[in-house]
Every structure is written in C-alpha cells, then in structure tokens.
C-alpha cells in the first residue's frame, strides 16, 4: 500500500465544477452518487479514462507477472471439471479494463490447459469505452476466432462457468456512515466556502442501517464506516445471472468483525493518485482513484440470497501457492528464459505472495451454486 501523503492543493477539475453546480442546484448529495460520478463518468470520470494513466497512480496483482492469470487459469480449468467438463464453459471477468489479466488467461490456457481451452467461452466485461477499445490488442486474436468476447455488462445468463473479478468490488460507490448518540447517520456532500464539504444528515436509505445490522455490525458514537450497497447489488446480481458454478473475487479487505472495530474509526476509505493514499477524497474528482475495503461478510450474505453458498475464503498468498506447488511453480517461467529472467521472475512472484507485498493484503472469496461444495486447489491447506 501507499504511504499516506497529502496531495497537491485540490484541483478544479471540470467534474468538480459539474458537481458543485449540481449541489448549489439540488442540495448534498449521497458519497455514492460522488464517487460514482468520479470513477465512471462517461466523459470525466477517473476510470473512463484511458488505462495507461492508471499505472502512474498503482498496479495490480496482474501488472506484476502472467503467473497471476496462469494459476487463475488452472483454477479455472479445476471449475470447469468439478462442473463435469460441460462442453461450453464461460468465464466472465467482470472489470476486465484493457484485457491484461484476460489475455494471461487465454494464452496460458490456449498452451497448457488445451482441453479446457476448447470448451472455454471467455467474456471481458468492461464498463469503460476507452479500456475496451484496448481489448482488439491484447486479446484480439481470441476475439476474432470467437473464444473471447469483449462486452460492457455480464451475460445475461451463465448456465456454467464462473463470474470473476480482480480489485472491482473496492471501487463500487460506497455510502459514508457515521455513528452517533441516535444511530447510524449518513455524511453527504455538500458545499462549503465554493467547494466540497462533508454535511451529515439522516441515512438516505434504510438499506444503510440494514447493511450493518445484517452482519451484526454496531458504529459506536464518532466512528466512520463504508455501506458498500453496490457491492451488495452486484454481487446479488451476479449469483442470479449464473445459473451452476462459482463467483470469484479477489480483493482487499475483511470479515466485518475485523473491519467494523476500532483500528478503522474513520473507516477505510482512501483516494489514490500517484502512488500516494490520503483521505482528502475531494481533491480532484475524477483524477484521483476512490476505494474502499471490501466486506467479504456482505458479499457472502448478500450472495447467499441468490442462491450461491461459499466454498471458501483464504488469502492470495494461500490461493496461489497451493496452485503453483502443483507443478512446483513451474509456470512462473516462459520457455528459453535466461537465468536473470527467471530471478527476476522469482523476485516479482515474491511480490504476489509476502506478507508485506500484496499476499496477504489481498483476499479471495469463493462461492459456488447448483452443485455440491467442490474441493478447489486455491482453497487447499498448505
């Protein structure tokens, strides 16, 4: 993660303007509406920008090497044969951006993994127009011989497969929550002295209180706390659109013991531009990414009412190791590598699994429907 430092002194960028112009119009407005506004805008929007500016602000875990995707791809291919190997097996990366991850995926399965790779039908989601336009040149070749599909909402309907996601569910439009002496309140965005302001009124929506109830979640008087509704929504979406098989999500994040206590009093939301974490979320909108961590109670909760049941929950460090001691990593190598680059990659598979890298910061959650709790590899004890 990056060191907290303080930005700049805010921008006024044109989204700032659209947006104070809408408060000074129709009054505060919910953080969700706000940050929804910054990160997906169509025209100013941090994410309907072109991908290549997102690397000056931070990577994933896919940026860092392809063993990423190609242990994802075995994980993959072990759902596709606990489903019994149907003939057409859809995987639907949801937040595909400009088609890194995706084509890891296919390439890896196209060479290693070429039973499953006939079977696979691979969907690339992705809401942005500017990333999707990126898709033809990371995974054009697939897109033109059918195996791939580049799309901007998931399928309507997955009658096998599985629906996946890498840092999506961190960057849906979060509500602000404050506990005080009468209950939960709400802090909205108002308006102070010709710029953003926090304005704390009553909850905009009862779903509010019911996202912190339902997981047994109590703000105490002066503590700050995310209500990730979107991500309920998504979630509960995703597990009615698939019919048999998993929902896969990899992210930052807790359970809500760990995440509503007292070592985050002012919550977790972050902005972050430049490498650099502050909590000034009105700096620049639309120039800075917004994120929050995830409540993987809620995904499990929320997903339980569409019918998916968990299958397990473990870190990435856990996840893929159990996948690569399999082959006894040898897919952290390309054939006829030098021995530096086969150092080298050793040093970045180290980044995808210490602690102090992104192996325990990163979380994975599995949910499975329509079939009896499978046993998956990623889910194995080491």
């Known amino acids: 993660m990056a060191a907290s430092l303080p930005f700049p002194p805010a921008e006024r960028t044109p989204l700032a303007e659209l947006l104070l112009a809408r408060i000074r119009g129709s009054g505060p407005i919910s953080f969700a509406e706000y940050m929804r506004e910054c990160l997906y805008h169509p025209q100013h929007g941090y994410y309907s920008r072109a991908e290549a500016r997102r690397f000056a602000d931070y990577y994933t875990s896919p940026d860092v090497h392809p063993v990423f995707g190609r242990l994802l791809a075995r994980q993959l291919a072990e759902m596709w044969q606990a489903l019994g190997r149907p003939g057409e097996f859809c995987a639907v990366e949801a937040g595909a951006g400009a088609g890194r991850l995706a084509s890891h995926i296919l390439n890896f399965a196209?060479?290693?993994?070429?039973?499953?790779?006939t079977c696979l039908r691979y969907f690339a989601v992705e809401a942005s127009a500017a990333r999707r336009a990126a898709?033809?040149?990371?995974?054009?070749?697939?897109?033109?011989?059918?195996?791939?599909?580049?799309?901007?909402?998931?399928?309507?309907r997955v009658s096998a497969g599985v629906i996946f996601s890498n840092e999506l569910?961190?960057?849906?439009?979060?509500h602000r929550a404050l506990g005080t002496p009468e209950g939960i309140r709400e802090i909205f965005v108002g308006e102070r002295n010709g710029w953003f302001a926090d304005s704390v009124v009553y909850c905009s929506s009862p779903r509010i209180v019911e996202f912190?109830?339902?997981?047994?979640?109590?703000?105490?008087?002066?503590?700050?706390?995310?209500?990730?509704?979107?991500?309920?929504?998504?979630?509960?979406?995703?597990?009615s659109r698939l019919e048999r098989g998993f929902v896969l999500t990899v992210d930052y994040g807790h359970e809500a013991a760990a995440l509503y206590d007292a070592r985050h009093p002012r919550g977790t939301l972050l902005a972050y531009r430049e490498h650099r974490a502050t909590e000034d979320y009105y700096a620049a909108p639309g120039l800075q990414d917004l994120t929050a961590h995830v409540s993987f109670t809620a995904l499990d909760l929320w997903g339980r009412a569409c019918g998916l049941e968990r299958t397990g929950w473990t870190t990435?460090?856990?996840?893929?190791?159990?996948?690569?001691?399999?082959?006894?990593?040898?897919?952290?190598?390309?054939p006829g590598m030098s021995e530096a680059e086969q150092l080298r990659s050793r040093l970045l598979w180290k980044t995808l699994i210490y602690p102090e890298g992104?192996?325990?910061?990163?979380?994975?959650?599995?949910?499975?429907?329509?079939?009896?709790?499978p046993r998956l590899t990623g889910l194995a004890e080491l």
Not at 110 to 117: D, G, K, Q
Not at 135 to 156: F, K
């Open 316 to 334: 990435q460090t856990r996840f893929l190791l159990s996948l690569g001691r399999a082959n006894d990593f040898a897919d952290l190598y390309d």
């Open 110 to 117: 196209e060479r290693a993994l070429p039973e499953f790779f």
């Open 135 to 156: 898709h033809p040149q990371a995974i054009g070749r697939h897109l033109s011989s059918g195996r791939a599909a580049s799309c901007d909402a998931l399928p309507e």
């Open 212 to 239: 912190f109830t339902r997981q047994g979640a109590t703000l105490a008087p002066g503590m700050q706390a995310e209500a990730a509704l979107a991500a309920c929504d998504w979630i509960e979406d995703a597990g």
């Open 169 to 174: 569910a961190d960057a849906l439009p979060v």
């Open 358 to 373: 992104m192996g325990e910061t990163f979380q994975v959650l599995i949910q499975h429907k329509g079939l009896e709790k």
